[in-house]
């Protein structure tokens, strides 16, 4: 018997397909989302890997995709504003509550990668219910992909061509609708052909003061060869809550460094699965999460070694202020044909007040001898004898603590090889630790 939220997410999407234009393509992906959500329901409290998320905001939320009500007149301007500046050499593409906004956006043709809507692609065999997001049964943590199939009305699909250039893409989803009056459903398809290059910068921000409900979906295939650099960033408004679902293959020598930073929304919790399905496949994975007041921000992180020589480096760090929590679960697995996995582990977080809370957690799993592995695990607050040393140079206590908490972060900052991204992300980062423009002095 289904649960009462799942009843009313079939009973939602039953009244938003009612509402979908005939042609939209996707139905049938949908219907079978749908059918597997009903079976599976959504995550709770008691399932071991959602204990630090906050899903009580559920019980109020509306399922129906804000994108079946028209925006006002105007309304796109308002946003066009608020849009962070642009980055010289990317191309850059615009969704509106999941829906791709051409009037914000640079014309389709205007990169080699191949970007089609999602809402403007047609159904064909690909699209068949069989083809439902592979693998997404085999995990229960990739639940709310399950929700975004079953109601996303766009999104983006990208295909990249072999080439000795990297190309460069920015594509920024921005949040505007109340999450009583519908909610957005961002979505990205990716796939890199063998030897093909992208730099990828994912941007989720927020049109004004909207408490909207985010449920954000990536897929990405990395042919043989392939190389991936790819950035996102949660940057959503303090009432925004966000749930956000990766997956991602890569295939015999493909690379991915993935940079994900999050310091908006009031609730956000990110699942991300990445497979090393070919031989030599190597990952970077640097996050950083900054959480104040009462936000929630969590994360699960699950690499599966699956092939011989794959290599994995994880970086994570994490402050925690006021009555904020921040988690990381990290878990590595590495199959029984995976000899030569070489995979490192380094998280740590930072208490910024007493009623903070850090949660890292590192795991594996290991069915093969032949591997480097390793691991470690802190979370403590501000080094004392580092802020009496810096107290002894004649720095104040204020500027002493705010010098070692841009320390502690910058083994994920300095990563970030965009040089005008990385300034952005240090001016947002500056604000979001709420030291202003004294904080600005380091960066």
Same mark, same amino acid.
């Given at each position: 018997?289904?649960?009462?939220?799942?009843?009313?997410?079939?009973?939602?999407?039953?009244?938003?397909?009612?509402?979908?234009?005939?042609?939209?393509?996707?139905?049938?992906?949908?219907?079978?989302?749908?059918?597997?959500?009903?079976?599976?329901?959504?995550?709770?409290?008691?399932?071991?890997?959602?204990?630090?998320?906050?899903?009580?905001?559920?019980?109020?939320?509306?399922?129906?995709?804000?994108?079946?009500?028209?925006?006002?007149?105007?309304?796109?301007?308002?946003?066009?504003?608020?849009?962070?500046?642009?980055?010289?050499?990317?191309?850059?593409?615009?969704?509106?509550?999941?829906?791709?906004?051409?009037?914000?956006?640079?014309?389709? $043709?205007?990169?080699?990668? +191949? =970007?089609?809507? *999602?809402?403007? %692609? @047609?159904?064909?065999?690909? #699209?068949?219910? &069989?083809? /439902?997001?592979?693998?997404?049964?085999?995990?229960?943590?990739?639940?709310?992909?399950?929700?975004?199939?079953?109601?996303?009305?766009?999104?983006?699909?990208?295909?990249?061509?072999?080439?000795?250039?990297?190309?460069?893409?920015?594509?920024?989803?921005?949040?505007?609708?109340?999450?009583?009056?519908?909610?957005?459903?961002?979505?990205?398809?990716?796939?890199?052909?063998?030897?093909?290059?992208?730099?990828?910068?994912?941007?989720?921000?927020?049109?004004?003061?909207?408490?909207?409900?985010?449920?954000?979906?990536?897929?990405?295939?990395?042919?043989?060869?392939? $190389?991936?650099?790819?950035? +996102? =960033?949660?940057? *959503?408004?303090? %009432? @925004?809550?966000?749930?956000? #679902?990766?997956? &991602?293959? /890569?295939?015999?020598?493909?690379?991915?460094?993935?940079?994900?930073?999050?310091?908006?929304?009031?609730?956000?919790?990110?699942?991300?699965?990445?497979?090393?399905?070919?031989?030599?496949?190597?990952?970077?994975?640097?996050?950083?999460?900054?959480?104040?007041?009462?936000?929630?921000?969590?994360?699960?992180?699950?690499?599966?070694?699956?092939?011989?020589?794959?290599?994995?480096?994880?970086?994570?760090?994490?402050?925690?202020?006021?009555?904020?929590?921040?988690?990381?679960?990290?878990?590595?697995?590495?199959?029984?044909?995976?000899?030569?996995?070489?995979?490192?582990?380094?998280?740590?977080?930072? =208490?910024?007040?007493?009623?903070?809370?850090?949660?890292?957690?590192?795991?594996?799993?290991?069915?093969?001898?032949?591997?480097?592995?390793?691991?470690?695990?802190?979370?403590?607050?501000?080094?004392?004898?580092?802020?009496?040393?810096?107290?002894?140079?004649?720095?104040?206590?204020?500027?002493?603590?705010?010098?070692?908490?841009?320390?502690?972060?910058?083994?994920?900052?300095?990563?970030?090889?965009?040089?005008?991204?990385?300034?952005?992300?240090?001016?947002?980062?500056?604000?979001?630790?709420?030291?202003?423009?004294?904080?600005?002095?380091?960066?």
């Amino acid at each position: 018997m289904a649960s009462p939220l799942t009843a009313r997410i079939i009973e939602q999407h039953a009244s938003a397909a009612r509402a979908l234009a005939a042609q939209l393509p996707g139905a049938a992906r949908r219907s079978a989302a749908l059918e597997a959500l009903a079976v599976t329901g959504l995550p709770g409290a008691r399932d071991e890997n959602w204990k630090y998320a906050h899903l009580r905001p559920l019980e109020r939320v509306s399922f129906a995709p804000a994108a079946l009500t028209p925006p006002a007149a105007g309304a796109h301007a308002g946003v066009a504003a608020g849009l962070p500046a642009r980055l010289a050499g990317f191309v850059r593409y615009v969704f509106v509550d999941g829906v791709f906004a051409p009037l914000l956006s640079d014309a389709l $043709a205007a990169s080699p990668a +191949r =970007l089609t809507p *999602l809402a403007a %692609r @047609a159904d064909g065999p690909e #699209t068949a219910p &069989a083809a /439902l997001v592979p693998r997404r049964e085999l995990g229960v943590d990739q639940r709310f992909a399950l929700l975004n199939e079953a109601f996303a009305t766009d999104g983006a699909a990208i295909d990249v061509p072999a080439g000795p250039e990297g190309l460069c893409l920015e594509l920024i989803f921005v949040a505007s609708a109340e999450a009583q009056q519908g909610a957005s459903y961002p979505r990205i398809e990716l796939r890199l052909e063998p030897r093909g290059r992208l730099v990828l910068i994912e941007r989720h921000v927020s049109a004004g003061a909207a408490a909207s409900f985010v449920t954000s979906a990536v897929s990405a295939e990395l042919a043989r060869g392939a $190389a991936l650099d790819h950035y +996102r =960033l949660q940057e *959503l408004g303090s %009432r @925004a809550v966000l749930f956000d #679902t990766l997956d &991602a293959t /890569l295939a015999q020598d493909a690379t991915y460094r993935l940079h994900a930073l999050g310091s908006g929304a009031a609730a956000a919790r990110s699942t991300l699965g990445v497979r090393l399905a070919g031989e030599r496949a190597a990952l970077t994975l640097s996050a950083a999460a900054l959480g104040d007041r009462q936000q929630v921000q969590d994360t699960y992180a699950l690499v599966e070694h699956l092939a011989p020589h794959a290599r994995t480096e994880e970086t994570f760090r994490g402050i925690s202020a006021g009555r904020a929590r921040v988690a990381f679960n990290g878990k590595i697995v590495v199959a029984r044909d995976a000899h030569g996995t070489d995979s490192r582990q380094s998280l740590r977080g930072l =208490l910024a007040g007493p009623e903070a809370e850090i949660d890292v957690r590192p795991q594996l799993e290991i069915y093969t001898d032949d591997v480097r592995c390793s691991h470690g695990a802190t979370a403590g607050k501000l080094d004392d004898n580092m802020l009496f040393y810096l107290l002894s140079r004649g720095l104040d206590r204020d500027t002493a603590q705010r010098a070692l908490k841009w320390a502690f972060l910058a083994d994920v900052i300095a990563r970030i090889e965009v040089s005008p991204l990385r300034r952005q992300i240090e001016e947002r980062l500056a604000g979001a630790m709420q030291d202003g423009a004294a904080l600005r002095e380091f960066l």
